[in-house]
């Protein structure tokens, strides 16, 4: 090996590939003058540098060809790409590397002109960039531009090269690429926003709020800054801090829909929708061109039962996105609500032709069937779904009910019991369960069922009512008065209940106290009747 240059870090050596036969170049790091940190980034730079360069096929180009560690020295080798000298599959020798990216180059090269090659690549990830969507990430646009104006002729712009990345979505690689952004490039404030969106993409939510709180030290006053803090701290499921970044957004810029809509969509999450609803006004007036903001809103109204005026909201969604399946979903659940069934059924067909794997659709069609009565098809769409997902507790729920219907009783607890094999909490599978399990004389399994659905609701008002029948007919009397009672006490204007109740009193030889449920049972009922007319 020949020495080329060295400095307090790293030196760099010529020497001989000899499994490849290539005169390389051989940069490595002075383990006596570096420190972990040093040597960690180090490494981190050489991966990201061989996976660049390995788009590089210019004659000419410098490449980064491996990377690794030997004991304390870390590397990573070069060479000049030649086309004619690319063996057709390269075999690499057995080390302990991690295999890597990217383009370095001497303390010569670094202080002259960029190797042969390298012009060509940096032209590359600029022309990419430039065609960035500001719809993922708002700050990248303006990051763009300021990264151009500041980065020297002949250095590599890691930060465009990391926007590149990112929007081709290789988000390991644009992370890393951020990484070397903020450590060789001043630390620029969108470097920190690419990594914080990035971070967001990979699923690391906590990491990606350290990196926005860092950009934000920067740039205080940026409300595109608060707006993606808010929306890190909602999936974190941080509502109030959330709240706290949308005001801050609105206080620098009151005009900002994001802020109102993530503000409307902050408030339904906390169960305050007529705010919400306020707040989706705000966002719509400043931009009423946005579907998710009319889908947002109609989902706040459906959930306040205010179904026409959510069926308005989900029709001007649909005019600006009409290949949307959700939105023909969220529409045909609308119209069953409004017992529209008939009506249904083509929007959630119409959802399945554009999305025909999605189990929820399919439980939707079916629930539309189910309502038609069309038993055998909605079993089958049942079906369907839970092909799909056989997780999917309500549709299980729903096919014991259609199965029920049909009197297969069997059938139909085997579905009650997947429903709450995924979800045990599921109150009304468990009432239902009891209830068949008593039609078929099981009464002591029915007494377990009902209360299993009473642990999950004291005021359950059928359970106690069926649970009282269950008791009587094992003959446990004075329990099942005692359930009775409960069921009269919390809906006293349940007929049904009192006239178990005087059953019950009749067998145990209390007649007068009977005869008076069954007076009153007359009353209820003859009030019924009086307002029907």
Same mark, same amino acid.
């Given at each position: 090996?020949?020495?080329?240059?060295?400095?307090?870090?790293?030196?760099?050596?010529?020497?001989?590939?000899?499994?490849?036969?290539?005169?390389?170049?051989?940069?490595?790091?002075?383990?006596?003058?570096?420190?972990?940190?040093?040597?960690?980034? !180090?490494?981190?730079?050489?991966?990201?540098?061989?996976?660049?360069?390995?788009?590089?096929?210019?004659?000419?180009?410098?490449?980064?060809?491996?990377?690794?560690?030997?004991?304390?020295?870390? !590397?990573?080798?070069?060479?000049?790409?030649?086309?004619?000298?690319?063996?057709?599959?390269?075999?690499?020798?057995?080390? @302990?590397?991690?295999?890597?990216?990217?383009?370095?180059?001497?303390?010569?090269?670094?202080?002259?002109?960029?190797?042969? #090659?390298?012009?060509?690549?940096?032209?590359?990830?600029?022309?990419?960039?430039?065609?960035?969507?500001?719809?993922?990430?708002?700050?990248?646009?303006?990051?763009?531009?300021?990264?151009?104006?500041?980065?020297? @002729?002949?250095?590599?712009?890691?930060? *465009?090269?990391?926007?590149?990345?990112?929007?081709?979505?290789?988000?390991?690689?644009?992370?890393?690429?951020?990484?070397?952004?903020?450590?060789?490039?001043?630390?620029?404030?969108?470097?920190?926003?690419?990594?914080?969106?990035? /971070?967001?993409?990979?699923?690391?939510?906590?990491?990606?709020?350290?990196?926005?709180?860092?950009? /934000?030290?920067?740039?205080?006053?940026?409300?595109?800054?608060?707006?993606?803090?808010?929306?890190?701290?909602?999936?974190?499921?941080?509502?109030?801090?959330?709240?706290?970044?949308?005001?801050?957004?609105?206080?620098?810029?009151?005009?900002?829909?994001?802020?109102?809509?993530?503000?409307?969509?902050?408030?339904?999450?906390?169960?305050?929708?007529?705010?919400?609803?306020?707040?989706? &006004?705000?966002? $719509?007036?400043?931009?009423?061109?946005?579907?998710?903001?009319?889908?947002?809103?109609?989902?706040?109204?459906?959930? +306040?039962?205010?179904?026409?005026?959510?069926? %308005?909201?989900?029709?001007?969604?649909?005019?600006?996105?009409?290949?949307?399946?959700?939105?023909?979903? %969220?529409?045909?659940? %609308?119209?069953?609500?409004?017992?529209?069934?008939?009506?249904?059924?083509?929007?959630?067909?119409?959802?399945?032709?554009?999305?025909?794997?999605?189990?929820?659709?399919?439980?939707?069609?079916?629930?539309? /069937?189910? &309502?038609?009565?069309?038993?055998?098809?909605?079993?089958?769409?049942?079906?369907?779904?839970?092909?799909?997902?056989? @997780?999917?507790?309500?549709?299980?729920?729903?096919?014991?009910?259609?199965?029920?219907?049909?009197?297969?009783?069997?059938?139909?607890?085997?579905?009650?019991?997947?429903?709450?094999?995924? &979800?045990?909490?599921? %109150?009304? *599978?468990?009432?239902?369960?009891?209830?068949?399990?008593?039609? +078929?004389?099981?009464?002591?399994?029915?007494?377990?069922?009902?209360?299993?659905?009473?642990? +999950?609701?004291?005021?359950?008002?059928? =359970?106690?009512?069926?649970?009282?029948?269950?008791? !009587?007919?094992? #003959?446990?009397?004075?329990?099942?008065?005692?359930?009775?009672?409960?069921? @009269?006490?919390? =809906?006293?204007?349940?007929?049904?209940?009192?006239?178990?109740?005087?059953?019950?009193?009749?067998? $145990?030889?209390?007649?007068?106290?009977?005869?008076?449920?069954?007076?009153?049972?007359?009353? /209820?009922?003859?009030?019924?009747?009086?307002?029907?007319?």
């Amino acid at each position: 090996m020949d020495l080329l240059s060295r400095d307090r870090q790293t030196v760099t050596l010529q020497a001989l590939d000899h499994h490849r036969g290539l005169p390389v170049m051989v940069r490595v790091l002075r383990p006596s003058e570096a420190t972990d940190q040093e040597r960690e980034e !180090f490494l981190q730079d050489a991966e990201l540098a061989m996976s660049l360069s390995s788009r590089v096929h210019e004659p000419g180009s410098i490449r980064v060809t491996d990377y690794g560690q030997d004991g304390p020295v870390a !590397f990573l080798v070069k060479t000049e790409f030649d086309p004619a000298r690319q063996p057709a599959r390269q075999f690499r020798p057995q080390m @302990t590397v991690r295999v890597a990216s990217d383009l370095f180059w001497s303390e010569g090269e670094a202080s002259g002109q960029a190797p042969a #090659g390298l012009k060509e690549v940096e032209e590359r990830a600029i022309a990419e960039e430039e065609l960035i969507s500001t719809e993922r990430h708002p700050a990248l646009a303006r990051k763009v531009v300021s990264q151009r104006q500041t980065t020297p @002729t002949g250095v590599r712009d890691w930060l *465009a090269e990391a926007n590149a990345l990112y929007e081709q979505q290789r988000y390991e690689e644009a992370l890393a690429a951020y990484e070397v952004a903020i450590r060789s490039q001043g630390s620029p404030v969108e470097a920190w926003i690419g990594k914080g969106a990035t /971070l967001m993409l990979l699923g690391r939510a906590e990491e990606a709020l350290a990196a926005y709180d860092y950009a /934000l030290r920067l740039r205080p006053d940026d409300p595109e800054l608060w707006n993606s803090r808010a929306s890190v701290l909602h999936e974190l499921g941080r509502y109030d801090e959330e709240m706290y970044c949308y005001d801050q957004a609105l206080a620098l810029d009151p005009n900002s829909a994001f802020a109102w809509s993530g503000r409307g969509m902050a408030l339904a999450e906390q169960n305050r929708p007529e705010e919400a609803l306020l707040a989706f &006004d705000r966002a $719509l007036v400043l931009d009423p061109n946005q579907s998710v903001i009319w889908q947002a809103m109609s989902d706040t109204l459906y959930s +306040l039962q205010r179904y026409e005026e959510a069926l %308005i909201a989900v029709d001007r969604a649909l005019e600006l996105e009409s290949q949307r399946a959700s939105l023909w979903d %969220i529409k045909g659940n %609308i119209l069953r609500r409004l017992k529209q069934p008939d009506q249904a059924l083509p929007l959630h067909e119409r959802a399945l032709e554009l999305e025909p794997h999605n189990a929820l659709y399919h439980f939707d069609k079916a629930n539309d /069937l189910r &309502d038609l009565r069309r038993y055998a098809e909605a079993l089958a769409s049942y079906d369907e779904a839970l092909e799909l997902d056989p @997780t999917l507790a309500g549709a299980w729920y729903n096919r014991g009910n259609v199965l029920a219907a049909l009197h297969m009783y069997e059938d139909a607890l085997e579905s009650y019991d997947q429903a709450l094999r995924y &979800d045990d909490g599921l %109150i009304s *599978a468990w009432y239902n369960k009891g209830s068949l399990l008593h039609e +078929l004389g099981r009464y002591q399994e029915a007494l377990e069922a009902f209360d299993r659905a009473l642990a +999950l609701d004291a005021h359950y008002i059928a =359970a106690w009512n069926n649970k009282g029948l269950s008791l !009587f007919a094992l #003959g446990r009397l004075e329990e099942a008065l005692a359930a009775l009672d409960q069921a @009269t006490a919390f =809906a006293p204007e349940e007929p049904d209940a009192w006239h178990n109740k005087a059953v019950v009193l009749e067998r $145990l030889g209390r007649s007068e106290e009977a005869r008076s449920c069954q007076e009153w049972v007359r009353s /209820l009922e003859q009030q019924a009747a009086s307002r029907k007319t």
